[in-house]
């Protein structure tokens, strides 16, 4: 009330007040934190397309203004979010030395149990997953952010690739990779748009994953 009353002191009206209080940041201890939560929850459940700056606001409860103190655009708060998911599924598909165990089948199951993950991670949340890797974010250049990101995925394919294949030259463990990454991604793509067919006589996509990367990791043998 003070406030307000110095703001009419000053011949400001009540409405030219709020307008400047929406200008300036919220005081709440973790406000960027709480604001990328959200937008990470509104993208899981609806998708990125819709997620503004504006909307974020009202998801958080907070000024129009707000979130902008904390993420340039939205393009910088889609970067933001993706790259929670990329923390997330790195999280969640790490595989420590007590998921070392051999298979029924006898294969080691660092790189099997690694992307069993991913494709459990694409499957489990395909509106993020969209995000991190259709979105434009990707298009028509790959934003820096999501390839340091990226790069760190595939250091650890090599790293895995480069112990496991040391019988092939470089230049073959490189066509390697390429070749098991494309069928392991595209499963997870095709998988999240409902575009496998499978006949009748086929598993079903989820008994069908770990057959596809079986098969793709045949190409280390």
């Not at 709440?28 to 959200?38: I, K, S, T």
Request: proline residues 5%.
């Amino acid at each position: 009330m003070e406030a307000e009353k110095r703001s009419h002191r000053c011949g400001m009206g009540t409405k030219a007040f709020n307008r400047e209080r929406r200008g300036k940041p919220s005081h709440r201890e973790d406000l960027r934190a709480e604001l990328l939560a959200a937008a990470v929850s509104y993208v899981i459940r609806e998708g990125h397309e819709g997620l503004s700056m504006r909307r974020l606001a009202e998801e958080v409860g907070v000024s129009s203004a707000a979130p902008y103190h904390h993420f340039p655009d939205r393009r910088a708060l889609l970067t933001a979010v993706a790259l929670e998911g990329y923390r997330q599924m790195f999280d969640e598909t790490a595989v420590g030395d007590s998921d070392l165990k051999p298979t029924d089948k006898g294969e080691d199951t660092t790189l099997f149990k690694t992307f069993m993950g991913f494709i459990r991670f694409a499957r489990g949340n395909p509106n993020l997953f969209t995000l991190m890797y259709e979105s434009e974010l990707v298009r028509p250049t790959l934003s820096p952010e999501l390839a340091q990101a990226q790069d760190l995925g595939f250091q650890s394919l090599r790293r895995e690739v480069a112990r496991r294949a040391l019988h092939l030259s470089e230049e073959e463990r490189a066509v390697r990779i390429a070749t098991i990454w494309s069928a392991i991604f595209g499963f997870a793509l095709q998988s999240n748009r409902a575009m496998l067919r499978a006949h009748p006589l086929e598993p079903a996509p989820d008994d069908l994953a770990p057959q596809v990367v079986r098969q793709a990791l045949r190409l280390l043998a």
